[in-house]
């Protein structure tokens, strides 16, 4: 296409106070410019450029029209991907997106046309630093047949100088007009309406990875899935805590910190410390809702027939929805907090435009290929696993909590790494489930220990107790077995020819 460039983009939700306030507080020279925008989006009928991570828009601007593409995960440098080039029309140029990498998605299937996204758009330019910012607040409605939904953002794009700049401006923004991040695309909230969810977690969206790609790359393209997972997440529990936004939202902080710690040797910043301690600050907050839920729904939970009267059974069960009425509150109040919108953009302001983006070294594992990375971080994970799990039948709780940490920790690696080996698939299956059913046991034991803490003080249901052990017998044995499987299953990647050096 005509034009090609990084799109370096940020984006706020934001209301008409805070608009207003924006533009009082940024705006020195002329007014903003006012433009009316109309788009246009396609794909196939099966969705390939969606599943293959690319957006097709056509968009009329004063009569005149642009075809774009863009990719949905940033590469060596921070921002998305965008190849833009005029058309005559409002139909695409197939020819036009032939040359682009979403070629191979695209192939000869038929294009047909989603939904259209109109916007009134007042944009202004800021300076940084050195740096030249298009601030543009965006009122615009979607719609999709006789389906329609209005918001109002504000986005923040890099016209020149440094990306840091950008992200400086941001993070003053956000402080002054108490703004959140946001990581919902105009492309999201048209799908929303073609193929609506029912309301629920959401969940994580693996990037389209390729052996082609850096140790970087491929961590900023990881990094940000987990990101829009929790942030996905967030956004319904401030509308409505619910179980499975709650779980969702702590397995995205969980797959961050594990994506962290699996890339620590690459993402080498001082600032990592304390962004992994904030992240864990926030799963801490979801723990007592979701520990509540999975005792409540398990076999040990007082069962909804056994309340009537005032029995011990009746009398935890209300005790312990009320405990969960109070978490649910906690978790939309952590969705809602001004911490959580502070580290969604430090994580950010990390993957897109940290130290180690710049870093150079005589041997910067950034920019070392995928595949040779994948092989030694993920033979470094087994290793781990292998290590926390001898002697297995004599680990203490708490030992074995650090054991399953481990094991998450390898399959959140090995289950986005396995396309790297695409010669390996079958092998790959074969590991997975071999650690999701190590993952499974472990999890069951860890549920026996919060439900032991869950009841403590609580009146017990007679025979509770000796449940709790009981069934705590069957899952050491089920475990044992797991523990025995994983060792014996093969690993999917090829033996490393190189080490990953410890973060």
């Given at each position: 296409?005509?034009?090609?460039?990084?799109?370096?983009?940020?984006?706020?939700?934001?209301?008409?106070?805070?608009?207003?306030?924006?533009?009082?507080?940024?705006?020195?020279?002329?007014?903003?410019?006012?433009?009316?925008?109309?788009?246009?989006?396609?794909?196939?009928?099966?969705?390939?450029l969606r599943r293959a991570g690319y957006t097709l828009r056509v968009?009329?601007?004063?009569?005149?029209?642009?075809?774009?593409?863009?990719?949905s995960w940033s590469g060596e440098n921070a921002g998305r991907g965008?190849?833009?080039?005029?058309?005559?029309?409002?139909?695409?140029?197939?020819?036009?997106?032939?040359?682009?990498?979403?070629?191979?998605?695209?192939?000869?299937?038929?294009?047909?046309?989603?939904?259209?996204?109109?916007?009134?758009?007042?944009?202004?330019?800021?300076?940084?630093?050195?740096?030249?910012?298009?601030?543009?607040?965006?009122?615009?409605?979607?719609?999709?047949?006789?389906?329609?939904?209005?918001?109002?953002?504000?986005?923040?794009?890099?016209?020149?100088?440094?990306?840091?700049?950008?992200?400086?401006?941001?993070?003053?923004?956000?402080?002054?007009?108490?703004?959140?991040?946001?990581?919902?695309?105009?492309?999201?909230?048209?799908?929303?309406?073609?193929?609506?969810?029912?309301?629920?977690?959401?969940?994580?969206?693996?990037?389209?990875?390729?052996?082609?790609?850096?140790?970087?790359?491929?961590?900023?393209?990881?990094?940000?899935?987990?990101?829009?997972?929790?942030?996905?997440?967030?956004?319904?529990?401030?509308a409505h805590p619910e179980e499975e936004a709650i779980h969702q939202?702590?397995?995205?902080?969980?797959?961050?910190?594990?994506?962290?710690?699996?890339?620590?040797?690459?993402?080498?910043?001082?600032?990592?410390?304390?962004?992994?301690?904030?992240?864990?600050?926030?799963?801490?907050?979801?723990?007592?809702?979701?520990?509540?839920?999975?005792?409540?729904?398990?076999?040990?939970?007082?069962?909804?027939?056994?309340?009537?009267?005032?029995?011990?059974?009746?009398?935890?069960?209300?005790?312990?929805?009320?405990?969960?009425?109070?978490?649910?509150?906690?978790?939309?109040?952590?969705?809602?907090?001004?911490?959580?919108?502070?580290?969604?953009?430090?994580?950010?302001?990390?993957?897109?435009?940290?130290?180690?983006?710049?870093?150079?070294?005589?041997?910067?594992?950034?920019?070392?290929?995928?595949?040779?990375?994948?092989?030694?971080?993920?033979?470094?994970?087994?290793?781990?696993?292998?290590?926390?799990?001898?002697?297995?039948?004599?680990?203490?709780?708490?030992?074995?909590?650090?054991?399953?940490?481990?094991?998450?920790?390898?399959?959140?690696?090995?289950?986005?790494?396995?396309?790297?080996?695409?010669?390996?698939?079958?092998?790959?299956?074969?590991?997975?489930?071999?650690?999701?059913?190590?993952?499974?046991?472990?999890?069951?034991?860890?549920?026996?220990?919060?439900?032991?803490?869950?009841?403590?003080?609580?009146?017990?249901?007679?025979?509770?107790?000796?449940?709790?052990?009981?069934?705590?017998?069957?899952?050491?044995?089920?475990?044992?077995?797991?523990?025995?499987?994983?060792?014996?299953?093969?690993?999917?990647?090829?033996?490393?020819?190189?080490?990953?050096?410890?973060?």
């Open positions: 296409m005509s034009k090609t460039h990084r799109e370096i983009e940020l984006k706020f939700l934001i209301n008409q106070v805070q608009g207003r306030a924006v533009v009082a507080g940024l705006v020195e020279g002329p007014a903003p410019i006012v433009r009316k925008l109309r788009s246009i989006y396609y794909d196939t009928p099966e969705r390939a968009r009329q601007e004063k009569g005149r029209w642009t075809q774009t593409v863009k990719s965008e190849w833009e080039g005029g058309i005559s029309g409002p139909t695409p140029d197939r020819r036009l997106a032939g040359r682009t990498p979403a070629r191979a998605a695209l192939g000869r299937r038929d294009l047909e046309r989603l939904f259209e996204v109109t916007i009134d758009r007042q944009s202004f330019p800021v300076e940084r630093s050195g740096a030249v910012v298009e601030v543009s607040l965006d009122r615009g409605e979607v719609r999709h047949g006789d389906r329609a939904a209005s918001f109002l953002e504000m986005e923040l794009e890099l016209q020149s100088g440094s990306g840091a700049a950008l992200f400086q401006l941001a993070a003053s923004l956000r402080e002054s007009f108490a703004l959140r991040p946001s990581f919902v695309t105009k492309a999201d909230r048209g799908f929303a309406l073609i193929e609506p969810a029912a309301r629920g977690g959401r969940h994580f969206e693996p990037p389209g990875l390729t052996d082609e790609m850096t140790a970087g790359s491929t961590f900023t393209a990881i990094a940000l899935a987990a990101l829009r997972q929790i942030a996905g997440n967030a956004d319904e529990l401030r939202m702590r397995v995205g902080l969980r797959r961050l910190r594990s994506t962290i710690d699996i890339f620590g040797p690459v993402v080498s910043d001082p600032c990592v410390p304390g962004l992994v301690a904030e992240l864990r600050w926030a799963s801490g907050e979801l723990d007592a809702g979701r520990n509540l839920d999975v005792f409540l729904a398990g076999p040990l939970g007082p069962r909804p027939r056994s309340t009537s009267g005032a029995s011990k059974s009746a009398i935890l069960r209300r005790r312990l929805l009320q405990d969960r009425r109070h978490a649910y509150e906690a978790a939309r109040a952590l969705a809602a907090s001004d911490r959580l919108s502070a580290l969604l953009l430090d994580v950010l302001t990390l993957i897109e435009v940290g130290r180690w983006k710049i870093a150079q070294t005589p041997e910067t594992l950034r920019d070392r290929s995928i595949a040779s990375f994948a092989a030694a971080a993920l033979d470094q994970a087994r290793r781990h696993v292998r290590r926390r799990a001898r002697g297995f039948d004599h680990l203490s709780p708490a030992k074995r909590h650090k054991l399953r940490i481990a094991a998450k920790t390898l399959r959140y690696a090995a289950d986005v790494f396995d396309c790297v080996f695409p010669k390996r698939a079958d092998k790959a299956v074969s590991f997975l489930k071999a650690t999701k059913a190590l993952l499974d046991r472990l999890g069951e034991l860890n549920d026996l220990a919060v439900a032991r803490a869950i009841v403590a003080g609580h009146p017990s249901p007679n025979g509770l107790a000796a449940r709790i052990v009981k069934h705590e017998q069957r899952q050491l044995s089920a475990a044992h077995r797991a523990v025995k499987d994983f060792a014996d299953v093969k690993r999917f990647w090829p033996k490393p020819k190189l080490g990953v050096p410890q973060a």
